[in-house]
């Protein structure tokens, strides 16, 4: 596999035909952090947006995840289209998105998701379901008319991408890997054997 220059040339590429050929959510992606003391801990989350500066989801900051990357701000990212025999896996810091681009985010979705994101306590004990319904409910009659502001709990993290990996399946397990490298300089990438 010869990629180009820029990785993210290439997964703008892929990403492409996994949202023409994969059947179910071809933007879920594995997120791995770890806490202060290292401990690893992944979930899947949906990307939100892709470009030179990383790879953009959107969270309750004070979640699980949150937490985690406030305390160790490095992750990784690991997309699998199983329909395309294709993974990339994603290796960087984390930062913040900006409060605008979280607002404009937040704004996109759907009044149910803005009013879920009010509502839940994301990665808290729950006492049953019932609590959670009343608080949709309590957050749907304070905003039942306008527009519903983003709350301060809840934001957006981008990946900054120092390493990008491309693997495309091969015959007798013989895969395909391409690896990317940033350093001060830009990109470099190898093969790998498999």
């Known amino acids: 596999m010869k990629g180009p220059d820029n990785p993210n040339?290439?997964?703008?590429?892929?990403?492409a035909a996994?949202?023409?050929?994969?059947?179910?959510?071809?933007?879920?992606?594995?997120?791995?952090t770890a806490d202060a003391n290292g401990a690893p801990s992944v979930r899947m989350v949906l990307l939100k947006g892709?470009?030179?500066r990383g790879f953009v989801f959107y969270t309750n900051l004070e979640s699980r995840k949150g937490r985690q990357i406030r305390d160790n701000p490095r992750g990784a990212l690991c997309f699998h289209w199983k329909s395309l025999a294709r993974q990339v896996r994603v290796?960087?810091?984390?930062?913040?998105?900006s409060d605008a681009e979280a607002d404009t985010y937040f704004a996109s979705r759907d009044r149910g998701s803005q009013i879920g994101a009010w509502a839940s306590k994301q990665s808290q004990p729950l006492e049953g379901r019932f609590a959670l319904e009343t608080r949709v409910a309590k957050f749907a009659a304070r905003f039942h008319v306008?527009?519903?502001?983003?709350?301060d709990f809840w934001s957006g993290y981008r990946i900054r991408p120092e390493r990008?990996?491309?693997?495309?399946?091969?015959?007798?397990?013989?895969?395909?890997?391409?690896?990317?490298?940033?350093?001060h300089?830009?990109?470099?990438?190898r093969q790998l054997f498999p």
């Open 164 to 183: 990008i990996e491309f693997w495309d399946d091969g015959t007798f397990r013989l895969h395909e890997r391409l690896e990317y490298l940033r350093d």
């Open 185 to 189: 300089s830009g990109w470099s990438n």
């Open 9 to 15: 040339d290439l997964f703008a590429e892929w990403f």
């Open 146 to 151: 306008g527009q519903i502001p983003r709350p």
């Open 18 to 32: 996994a949202e023409a050929g994969e059947p179910d959510l071809p933007n879920a992606v594995a997120l791995a």
């Open 91 to 97: 290796e960087g810091d984390i930062e913040p998105v």
């Open 50 to 52: 892709h470009d030179e």
